[in-house]
Every structure is written in C-alpha cells, then in structure tokens.
C-alpha cells in the first residue's frame, strides 16, 4: 500500500449534510445600528453599575480624615476665594444677588460636570483588569464614573440651600425646573465621557489632556461672571457651549432673577444630544479593542 493510500484511510472524512428546510439555521450577523449598542445589556446589569457607582464613592473618601466633609470644604473653600477675589477685589457683576451665592449656583452643576467628565475619561484604564477578564457591558464603567459625582451634587445642593436661606432665598415653583438642567449637565458629561474614555484606551494621552480640557472649558461657561458679560455677536458661540446653558439654567431657577434662558437653549439641547449621540457610536466602535490594548 502506497503512502498516499495510508495517509487517506488514517484522515478521517467529514461530510457536510444535505441541508433541510425543515431544520431552522442560525445565521450570525453584525448588529448594526442602535441594536449595536446593546442598551438593554446595560439594563440587566444594573445591579453591577450600582455597586460600581456606590465603591467609587467610598473609595473616594476611604482613609482621609474629614471623609465626606470634603464634598462640603472644596466648594465652600472655592466660593470664599472667588467672591474676595471676583466679588470685591475685580467688582465682578453678579446680576443683582450677593457674590457668594452666585458664584456657588454656578460651581454646583460645574463641580459635577468637571467631576464626572475626569472620573468617566479615565475610567476604562481604570478599571482594566475588570475588562480584561469579565464580560459585562463596557458602557457601565463610564457611566458609573459619571453618576457617582451625583452624591456630591446633593450634599453641594444643601449646601447651597442653606446660603440661599442665609441671604433671603427661600425655594420657589421654579425650582421644579432644575432636575432638566441636571439631566442637560449629566448627558453632557455622558458625552463626552464616552469620546474620552474610548480616546483614552488608544491614545493614553487624553489622559494628561484631560485636566487641561476642563481648565480651559471653566473659562468658557459662566460661573465666575454672568453670561450678560458676553457680546451679543457671541451669544451663538456660547450657546454651543451646553454647560453655560445648564448653569445659565441653574440660576434662573434657583433665583429667578436672572434672565430666562432664551431660543439659544436650543441650540445646546442640541449640542449635548449630538455629542452623547455620536460618543455611544464612537464608544461602540472602539470596544472591540478595549481587551487587548487597555
């Protein structure tokens, strides 16, 4: 018997069967469009989004010494040196209300969305060895970095009710409308977290742009100054900028002294929409490399 017989009788053969239209096939495709995004897998695995939300925030304040208290120095801190600074050295207007609480409604909303853009832009490096051996849907982990910051919006907020009571504030009606604004800064923050932390796993640069990003965007949006400052040529440009709707947004229901936010607030409803839409494709597209770069 020749090689070439032995090779063949030692193979053994496999035979495709004849198909039948009676046995139904499983035909595997890409997901394409929202279906992509797998938002109900989020959903399910909400339990693990909340456990991650609740150890960012005691991993936040484990083994300091005041804890929590930190959430109410940093702002009270930062408020006392803005209104001697800009208040009565700069004499900067504040729209007929007393500097400090001026100055504290615009750091609430932008104390959270500065928080949560750096914990969700950093957070898939953060959390690599979670992503490298469980399988779960990555979407969470940026989300979490950003709802965690929500507990420290609403120890912030009494803060700020307690200066608002202070100084002759009391809540109105109009204060129904702060949970949109709210949902404005947190599907901003959303956004952009997306576009980072998906830039983030590729490129580790972000990480150091980060910082800078936020530094130069507080500049941008109105906390220290009112947005009347603003040349009207400009309005538009600032309007692009979605925080100085929110924190535009903020005042005006918590005061309702200043002036009401105008046709331009759509124009940054529609910014944050494009930009939280456009992160989740983004954000989708670039997981599929997350393992084996992070």
Same mark, same amino acid.
């Given at each position: ?59 936040? *304040? ?35 209300? /007393? *500097? ?36 779960? /849907? ?6 979490? %970095? ?20 202070? *100084? ?93 936010? %105008? ?32």
């Amino acid at each position: 018997m020749s090689v070439k017989s032995n090779l063949q009788a030692s193979v053994p053969e496999f035979q495709i069967p004849n198909s039948n239209p009676a046995v139904p096939h499983l035909r595997i495709r890409p997901s394409r469009g929202w279906s992509a995004l797998k938002l109900r897998d989020v959903w399910e695995y909400r339990e693990l989004l909340y456990f991650l939300v609740w150890r960012d925030v005691k991993v936040r *304040y484990k083994q300091t010494a005041l804890g929590v208290l930190w959430v109410v120095l940093q702002p009270l801190a930062t408020t006392i040196v803005f209104t001697l600074i800009f208040g009565n050295l700069a004499k900067m207007p504040s729209e007929n209300l /007393p *500097y400090a609480v001026f100055a504290l409604a615009g750091l609430l909303p932008w104390n959270y969305f500065a928080g949560a853009i750096g914990r969700g832009g950093s957070s898939l490096v953060g959390s690599a060895n979670l992503i490298s051996k469980v399988y779960f /849907p990555r979407l969470i982990i940026p989300i979490s %970095g950003v709802l965690g910051g929500l507990v420290d919006f609403a120890i912030t907020f009494l803060l700020l009710v307690a200066l608002m009571l202070f *100084y002759g504030y009391p809540p109105t009606l109009s204060w129904l409308l702060l949970p949109f604004f709210l949902l404005m800064a947190i599907a901003t923050a959303l956004g952009v977290s997306l576009w980072l932390s998906a830039l983030n796993v590729q490129y580790r640069d972000v990480g150091y742009l980060i910082p800078f990003l936020v530094q130069l965007w507080f500049f941008a949006t109105p906390v220290v100054y009112p947005s009347s400052l603003v040349p009207a040529p400009w309005n538009l440009l600032l309007a692009l900028n979605p925080m100085a709707g929110v924190v535009d947004g903020f005042r005006w229901a918590l005061f309702g002294k200043t002036a009401a936010p %105008g046709p331009l607030i759509l124009v940054s409803i529609a910014v944050v929409i494009v930009t939280l839409v456009s992160g989740l494709f983004v954000f989708k597209r670039m997981e599929r490399t997350f393992a084996d770069v992070v």
